[in-house]
């Protein structure tokens, strides 16, 4: 099947430093991916839309300028978490979507960050 | 804005026990539905997609159903085992775009 890779797997950083977080497809082409965040106890939450070679497309309430997600190429998509805090700690899952009408989706590994 | 809705968050059986996991929407305008499931701390295994023009998908053990138009899906586990132990989320797809349940907890006593 798809394979989607998530790098790092986990990352701890200090308050105020900014983490990339990579999300690549490595057996398929992706025109777009998605970027979750997921809380402990709850569900992923949609944070953004990542369109190769345009801007991301936000979720409501989800700060832009602290997410910078860029999408450069059909296979790489990459999300930096910018002034990190403490609060910013979460499980973070991409989603990467073949090319194509309504296929699936297929999941990274997730990236564990923690800010302390 | 769809809503997902999986009841209970947690659920204990013991092994050997058939059981389904339900999983509710309130949008029923989807492309199609999704389980997974999530072990703790990692990612996401796909385990059933089922398209909106579909009844049911089978897959091993594991059999989930859709009713478009009551916003309902579920997912079956027959003969459970230890091994099944894990989180079981559902999502509803629309547009591309996933919409998750919160998710099952399920463990199975050996």
């Known amino acids: 099947g798809a394979v989607v890779s998530q790098h790092p797997s986990w990352v701890i950083c200090k308050s105020g430093t900014s983490v990339k977080i990579e999300c690549r497809s490595l057996?398929?082409?992706?025109?777009?991916m998605f970027w979750y965040r997921q809380f402990p106890k709850q569900s992923l939450m949609l944070m953004a839309t990542?369109?190769?070679?345009?801007?991301?497309?936000?979720e409501q309430g989800v700060e832009k300028d602290k997410f910078l997600i860029n999408h450069a190429s059909l296979t790489l998509s990459t999300l930096t978490v910018t002034s990190a805090h403490p609060e910013d700690s979460s499980f973070y899952i991409c989603?990467?979507?073949?090319?194509?009408?309504?296929?699936?989706?297929?999941f990274g590994q997730g990236t564990r960050l923690t800010v302390v | 804005k769809q809503e997902v809705t999986q009841i209970p968050a947690a659920l204990s059986v013991p092994e050997g026990e058939n059981l389904v996991l339900n999983c509710s929407f309130t949008d029923s305008a989807i492309y199609n539905l999704q389980w997974f499931r999530q072990d703790p701390g990692k990612g996401l295994t796909s385990l059933l997609l089922?398209?909106?023009?579909?009844r049911e998908q089978t897959s091993g053990r594991l059999n989930a159903s859709l009713d478009k138009s009551s916003g309902r899906s579920t997912l079956y586990i027959a003969a459970s085992q230890p091994g099944d132990s894990a989180t079981y989320l559902c999502a509803a797809g629309a547009n591309s775009k996933l919409t998750f349940g919160k998710g099952i907890t399920l463990s199975v006593r050996p």
């Open positions: 089922i398209q909106s023009s579909q």
């Open positions: 990542s369109n190769e070679g345009s801007k991301a497309t936000y």
């Open positions: 057996d398929f082409q992706a025109t777009t």
């Open positions: 989603s990467a979507l073949p090319t194509g009408v309504n296929t699936e989706a297929f």
